[in-house]
């Protein structure tokens, strides 16, 4: 912070590759299913789980497709996402071989699954809760999420860090997807940040690229770093605050010093970040 109490630098925070480990929910979610959905629709835990792991990729592809050429005038993330609700538990219950539900009650026994599954799934990065926690002392903190809030909501609460955002962005608080720079655009817009003083934190290089279009600074989390100038990145969420340390104290009214040492602290060099990579893989 400034002596004016004005923010330095707002920092937006993808979920899934930053602050969760997403190749540990998936096992999780389906032993989970398994728990959840057979003293409700027959069927057995194990069947569940299968069904869970072999229909996730078509249900998918099938949600990412209806989001393409995306109109916010006249679409709904909303319905989307009840629709991807519906498909999902539909297909499980063709594999699993029970009746589905009608509609609405498909409806509101993903939620209910949801709501019973995301709380008890443990998948964040060591340290992440932590860096979180430190970087919302410094910084206003949001997230930049593909999930939708109200699930990135449940994922947060056993972490303890739901108070240390200022909002909890998915696609549904604004209405697109992230699919583009439209995205990034849409948060900053409602979050009443420029996006000139932003700084967007993802796992997925094409994320990066829409953020920078949209006129945000962003590092990429990658394991192992990546080299160039051209990606600046992280090994992981833990390593930003040492990062962003020089940048404490400075605001964009200070001009082209703050500019500089933003810059500075995104863009070091790969000699800088493999020497980081290296210390962070180090024992104690």
Same mark, same amino acid.
């Given at each position: 912070m400034t002596a004016t109490g004005q923010p330095s630098l707002t920092i937006f925070l993808d979920d899934g590759g930053v602050i969760n480990d997403n190749s540990l929910r998936g096992p999780q979610w389906r032993r989970l299913v398994g728990d959840?959905?057979?003293?409700?629709?027959?069927?057995?835990?194990?069947?569940?789980s299968e069904a869970n792991g072999a229909i996730f990729p078509a249900v998918w592809d099938r949600f990412i497709a209806?989001? @393409?050429?995306?109109?916010?005038?006249?679409?709904?993330? @909303?319905r989307e996402l009840e629709l991807y609700d519906l498909d999902w538990l539909r297909s499980m219950c063709a594999v699993v071989g029970v009746e589905p539900p009608?509609?609405?009650? %498909?409806?509101?026994?993903?939620?209910?699954?949801?709501?019973?599954?995301q709380p008890k799934v443990r998948a964040a990065y060591p340290g992440a809760a932590e860096t979180v926690? @430190?970087?919302?002392?410094?910084?206003?903190?949001?997230?930049?999420?593909g999930g939708a809030?109200?699930?990135?909501k449940m994922m947060f609460?056993?972490?303890?860090?739901?108070? %240390?955002?200022?909002?909890?962005?998915?696609?549904?608080?604004?209405?697109?997807?992230k699919l583009g720079p439209a995205f990034y655009r849409a948060i900053f817009t409602d979050a009443g940040v420029d996006p000139a003083t932003a700084l967007v934190v993802d796992n997925e290089p094409r994320a990066i690229g829409w953020a920078r279009a949209a006129g945000a600074q962003a590092i990429l989390v990658s394991d192992p770093v990546a080299e160039g100038d051209d990606v600046p990145s992280i090994l992981s969420l833990s390593a930003l605050p040492a990062r962003l340390g020089r940048l404490v104290g400075l605001h964009p009214?200070?001009?082209?010093?703050?500019?500089e040492n933003l810059e500075r602290a995104v863009t070091r060099t790969a000699?800088?970040?493999a020497m980081g990579q290296a210390k962070e893989k180090s024992p104690d």
């Open positions: 959840f959905f057979p003293p409700r629709l027959g069927g057995t835990a194990a069947a569940w209806r989001l @393409q050429d995306w109109d916010a005038a006249t679409r709904s993330y @909303q009608v509609e609405d009650e %498909c409806f509101r026994l993903a939620r209910e699954a949801a709501a019973y599954i926690q @430190q970087l919302s002392r410094s910084f206003p903190l949001y997230t930049a999420a809030s109200y699930e990135l609460e056993p972490l303890g860090i739901i108070g %240390c955002f200022k909002r909890i962005y998915g696609p549904d608080l604004v209405n697109v997807p009214s200070d001009g082209f010093r703050w500019k000699t800088d970040s």
